[in-house]
């Protein structure tokens, strides 16, 4: 995973760093016991341009930061891997609850629907063609049944078509020019004239309201 590439890309960093400073603690550690060493091959001689005492607080100053400053990398180091640690478990649980959701959901998938018998089915859609008398539960297995047994059309192409229809009887066209080869439902074109009829008359009035409306409010203005 990326997260833990990066996590250990600075792990690696810490621990560069952390050995660095080892090194630079050994390092001060082989000077000091070099100068003691000179100064014992010099027979321990005082030398007045040097100040011991300073030298000693230097060092051991030294030292002392330097030891802080590798316990300071460790702590960081160890509470890095606690985090890690703490990641990765996250991860896993995570992985976890999206495999398990998964599973449910591909198992919800593929449950068989319980479809509903002909008995427990309402069946208030009548076809309206007679000596047919089929009943269906939806209006879209009526309007198929229509269209497959008694050439009817589908429900779009029978308005369609009767709108048509009714508009030529008004015009005084011949009904026969229309190319219509659908068989409608007895009383079909005479429900859907005065459908259309009602259409027109309540078009026709929201208009005359609408007119009545702009009206009134050039009257008050």
Request: charged share 30%; with cysteine.
């Amino acid at each position: 995973m990326n997260k833990s590439r990066d996590w250990n890309i600075v792990d690696d960093e810490l621990n560069r760093k952390l050995k660095h400073s080892q090194e630079l603690k050994s390092s001060l550690d082989d000077q000091s016991a070099e100068l003691l060493l000179q100064n014992k091959d010099q027979n321990q001689e005082y030398n007045n341009d040097i100040n011991y005492y300073k030298e000693f607080w230097r060092y051991y100053l030294l030292n002392e930061m330097t030891i802080k400053k590798v316990n300071e990398l460790h702590t960081q180091n160890q509470k890095l891997h606690d985090l890690i640690a703490e990641i990765d478990v996250n991860i896993y649980g995570n992985t976890q609850k999206l495999q398990q959701e998964l599973h449910q959901a591909l198992s919800y998938r593929q449950k068989k629907k319980n479809r509903r018998t002909s008995q427990e089915i309402e069946k208030s859609f009548i076809c309206p063609y007679e000596k047919c008398n089929k009943q269906y539960g939806s209006d879209v297995s009526l309007n198929l049944h229509i269209k497959l047994k008694h050439d009817g059309g589908n429900k779009t192409d029978r308005e369609k078509f009767a709108k048509m229809i009714i508009e030529a009887q008004q015009n005084g066209e011949t009904i026969t020019d229309l190319n219509i080869n659908i068989k409608f439902p007895p009383g079909y074109l005479d429900v859907q004239f005065i459908q259309l009829q009602q259409f027109k008359t309540q078009f026709l009035l929201n208009q005359q309201n609408q007119l009545n409306q702009e009206r009134q409010s050039i009257e008050q203005d």
